[in-house]
Structure formats: C-alpha cells, structure tokens
C-alpha cells in the first residue's frame, strides 16, 4: 500500500506559526527588543516567508494582539450562549473574563513585559472588541429583563457600564493574584457581583 503523501503546510497554518513565535518572543525580550530576524531564525521559516506575511514588526505586533483578543472574546461568546438564567450567566461572564485575562498574563509573562503593557493599548483592535463585547453583555441583561431577574431602566447605558466595570478590574485582578488565594479572588468577585444586584443604597 502507498504511503500517503506529506500534507504541504497551508498559508494560514503558515502565518500562524509565525504569530505564536512572536508572541512567546514578544513575551519573553519585549517588543522593542524583538527583530524581524529574531522572528524569522526563531520559526525557522526564514526572512522571505515572514515578509510574505507581514511588512514589518507592527504588522506581525498587531496581529498577535488581534489573535490574544480574539482568544478572550471566544471564552465570552461562548458564556454568554450558555442556557443559563441571566443572573448566573452574568456571574459566570465575569469569573471567565478575570480568568481569560490572567491566562493572557500566563502566556505572556508578567505585567512588567512591555508585551502586556502594550496590548491593551493598540485603540483599533480594543475598540472592536469593546463594542462587541458590550453587545454581548446586551443580550444578557435584555435576557434578565424578561425573565424577570433584572430591573434595567435602560439596556445600553447600563451594558456600557458593566463594560467599564469589568475592564477596570483587569489590573487590579491580575496584580492580585499573583500571591492571592483562591478564596480571596472569589470573595473581590462576590463582593463586586453583590454590588452590581444588590447596589450600596438600603432597600
């Protein structure tokens, strides 16, 4: 019998490839301190293929910012498609957010790396994945107004700031828990969870 015939590495596979090398040596060296060369030895697909992909260091940065946010908006989507009554789905939205983040913080090293400093800065692709995300974050509390779980006034305004909120935690959430317990995130993510329901204000 013929042996099957090596399947040739596609282009997106291709590209790929090169925007994973990146990212770990973005990660590792900084960004400023990574060559296209540096790329290119490191994928062992030499310096022609890299350019084939990408004009230059910004291009294949950019990328490998799109692919991490990405990555964090698909642990949401994902959440927010759940068959769950709305108020635990909000719960489980923002426990999967915290985590996602920290997971991106895992993957490229400590909030020092220039990397991760970085990330949250490229406006273009943060502001496609904020507006979808308070779309997403939309649909679950439209979902608790008719299950009548939530008493919103208005939906958008109110999407927005939930946005807000949660992006706010991200720093603070991942400075906390590298020599945080359990116990102790779990019990900042019920306090700001019993703020969102419950608010400060006596019934």
């Known amino acids: 019998m013929k042996c099957a015939e090596k399947m040739p590495i596609t282009v997106s596979k291709t590209r790929e490839i090169l925007v994973d090398v990146a990212r770990r040596l973005f990660?590792?060296?900084?960004?400023d301190n990574t060559t296209m060369n540096d790329i290119?030895?490191?994928?062992r697909k030499g310096r022609r293929t890299?350019?084939?992909?990408?004009?230059n260091k910004d291009d294949?940065?950019?990328?490998?910012v799109d692919t991490?946010?990405?990555k964090l908006y698909k642990v949401l989507s994902e959440v927010a498609a759940k068959e769950l009554p709305a108020d635990k789905k909000l719960e489980a939205y923002m426990a999967a957010r915290l985590e996602a983040v920290k997971s991106a913080v895992v993957r490229n090293g400590t909030l020092r790396a220039k990397?991760?400093?970085?990330?949250?800065r490229?406006?273009?692709?943060?502001k496609s994945f904020d507006q979808r995300e308070v779309e997403l974050l939309k649909g679950i509390l439209s979902d608790g107004v008719k299950e009548g779980l939530f008493r919103v006034p208005n939906v958008?305004?109110?999407a927005l700031t939930l946005h807000y909120v949660f992006k706010g935690l991200e720093v603070p959430y991942i400075r906390g828990v590298m020599g945080d317990t359990v116990l102790h995130r779990i019990r900042r993510r019920d306090n700001v969870m019993n703020l969102i329901f419950n608010g400060i204000k006596l019934k």
């Open 40 to 43: 290119a030895q490191a994928s």
């Open 50 to 55: 890299l350019y084939t992909y990408f004009r």
């Open 122 to 126: 490229v406006e273009k692709v943060r």
């Open 156 to 158: 958008d305004y109110t």
């Open 27 to 31: 990660a590792r060296m900084g960004v």
């Open 68 to 70: 991490e946010v990405e």
């Open 60 to 64: 294949i940065y950019k990328e490998v």
């Open 115 to 120: 990397f991760f400093r970085d990330i949250w």
